[in-house]
């Protein structure tokens, strides 16, 4: 059976759920083999092991720490020569899209971003024009390079014992040039990635600034939390928090928008999302043609009643 590379993502050395989800995908292709660029393979051999990983390859240069994504693609091209695999797949973050565009041009394959499902022969599914329509799509040149959205596919083990091998790669001068000066971590929240989370929580104009309402109610469910284009504009919160077409985009089991009048640009970031609450005062609100449960109310009201009700539950 042909093999299918699945590019891991760790967050602070864990590896990120997204990576499960595309192990389980890969399995309708072939044989997942993951691939660790960086350190980790070893501790992350176990958990990628239990989604179908009978292979784990380990790739390591200094060079991933000290510049941009070049040295990363460069490394990857390298591993796909190497295996000749039957698609490569990545999940849809920044980075990984960057690096996937980057394997297409140096491998000479097609490539698709943002896909919502992969199916045993290859195709998928993407949501196009601000989301408002679905096409099929397929590589129809070279080695398929995918990334799929988070929360795409539900993740389902198929334990096994998994083997880490070694990758030598040669980085180029050419990959050496985006060199990284500085960085800062990301302030902790204690909340779900966003564009990871199986449940989100955004807030937008209506919260008038006051995001504590949809805070406490992320916090109750296990969500992270979202805001809209207005709310970020306004300074109510940081903009890499921001859901829509020039923020992130989300594709969670469960999107609940709690005053947000629903604008295309906010609709484009979030209307793959399984299922949608919105609660918003203004009954004409568009997203209530979107929303698969719409509740017309203040939600400085709603949202705390909501969070009461939940909390009561779970003690």
Do not use: C
């Amino acid at each position: 059976m042909a093999e299918v590379l699945v590019v891991v993502e760790q967050l602070d050395g864990v590896v990120a759920k997204p990576t499960f989800e595309l192990l389980t995908l890969a399995r309708r292709l072939g044989d997942p083999v993951a691939v660790v660029l960086g350190a980790g393979a070893d501790e992350a051999a176990s958990a990628l092991g239990q989604y179908g990983a009978g292979t784990v390859i380990s790739v390591q240069d200094p060079a991933f720490e000290e510049f941009l994504v070049a040295p990363k693609a460069e490394a990857l091209a390298q591993v796909v020569q190497s295996v000749q695999p039957a698609a490569v797949l990545l999940t849809s973050t920044l980075e990984s899209k960057e690096i996937a565009a980057r394997l297409a041009v140096r491998v000479g394959s097609g490539l698709i971003t943002d896909a919502t499902d992969v199916r045993s022969d290859g195709s998928t599914t993407q949501t196009v024009f601000a989301g408002n329509w679905s096409v099929t799509a397929q590589v129809r040149t070279g080695v398929p390079v995918i990334t799929v959205k988070a929360n795409s596919t539900a993740a389902e083990a198929a334990p096994v014992d998994a083997a880490v091998r070694e990758l030598p790669v040669t980085i180029s001068e050419a990959s050496r040039t985006a060199r990284i000066i500085k960085s800062e971590p990301k302030k902790a929240s204690g909340r779900p990635e966003l564009t990871e989370a199986a449940i989100v929580v955004s807030g937008g104009r209506g919260t008038g600034g006051d995001f504590g309402p949809v805070e406490a109610l992320a916090d109750a469910l296990g969500a992270a939390v979202g805001a809209s284009r207005a709310a970020v504009d306004s300074g109510w919160y940081p903009h890499s928090y921001q859901v829509g077409q020039t923020g992130k985009t989300v594709s969670p089991q469960l999107y609940i928008a709690a005053g947000i009048s629903g604008a295309i640009q906010h609709r484009a970031g979030m209307q793959t999302s399984k299922a949608i609450v919105a609660i918003n005062k203004d009954p004409e609100a568009p997203i209530f043609a979107l929303a698969d449960l719409g509740v017309v109310g203040d939600l400085h009201t709603v949202l705390p009643a909501v969070t009461a009700e939940i909390t009561a539950r779970k003690s």
